[in-house]
């Protein structure tokens, strides 16, 4: 049981802090606008994310990037929710077909899913998905906002 509660645990850090640069680094906030927040520090020698930054913005915006970021991991929990429940039978049998042979190659697992209509999933999920255009402005790689 404590290995899923920390596999829990890491997938909500990771989301949240997906969300934060989302808002902060990418300008992906309707809400707060195409603008960067913060400056991250980092270190010549170390190569690690302690996330550190060098903070250019007041209390109040660091609660509405705040706010910005719950709603996103919120509203993002939900969607992913509502689809992983709608398609819970075929989740089911894809479970109970790795239990039956504990391991499956990679050619039968496709097998498997190929068998099963999950529909435009990822459609659901990220909608606009394949619509996004990378481009480059001014040096620095930008995409359409889908948030």
Same mark, same amino acid.
């Given at each position: 049981?404590? &290995?899923?509660?920390? *596999?829990?645990?890491?997938?909500? *850090?990771? *989301?949240?802090?997906? *969300?934060?640069?989302?808002?902060?680094?990418?300008g992906m906030?309707?809400?707060?606008g195409n603008?960067?927040? &913060? +400056?991250?520090?980092?270190?010549?020698?170390?190569?690690?994310?302690?996330?550190?930054?060098?903070?250019?913005?007041? #209390?109040?915006?660091?609660?509405?990037?705040?706010?910005?970021? @719950?709603?996103?991991?919120?509203?993002?929990? =939900?969607?992913?929710?509502?689809?992983?429940? &709608?398609?819970? =039978?075929?989740?089911?049998?894809?479970? +109970? @077909?790795?239990? #039956?042979?504990?391991?499956?190659?990679?050619? #039968?697992?496709?097998?498997?899913?190929?068998?099963?209509?999950?529909?435009?999933?990822?459609? #659901?999920?990220?909608?606009? $998905?394949?619509?996004?255009?990378?481009?480059?402005?001014?040096?620095?790689?930008? $995409?359409? @906002?889908?948030?």
């Amino acid at each position: 049981m404590r &290995g899923r509660e920390e *596999a829990s645990k890491d997938g909500r *850090a990771r *989301a949240s802090e997906l *969300a934060r640069h989302m808002v902060k680094r990418f300008g992906m906030s309707d809400r707060l606008g195409n603008v960067t927040y &913060g +400056h991250p520090i980092e270190s010549r020698y170390l190569k690690t994310s302690f996330g550190l930054e060098e903070r250019d913005y007041s #209390e109040k915006t660091a609660e509405e990037i705040d706010e910005e970021v @719950r709603r996103i991991v919120d509203e993002s929990y =939900q969607r992913v929710r509502t689809i992983v429940t &709608g398609r819970r =039978q075929k989740l089911d049998t894809l479970v +109970h @077909r790795l239990m #039956e042979k504990e391991t499956i190659e990679e050619a #039968e697992l496709q097998e498997v899913i190929s068998k099963m209509d999950f529909g435009d999933a990822i459609e #659901e999920l990220v909608p606009n $998905a394949y619509d996004v255009t990378p481009k480059i402005e001014n040096g620095v790689y930008a $995409a359409e @906002r889908s948030f």
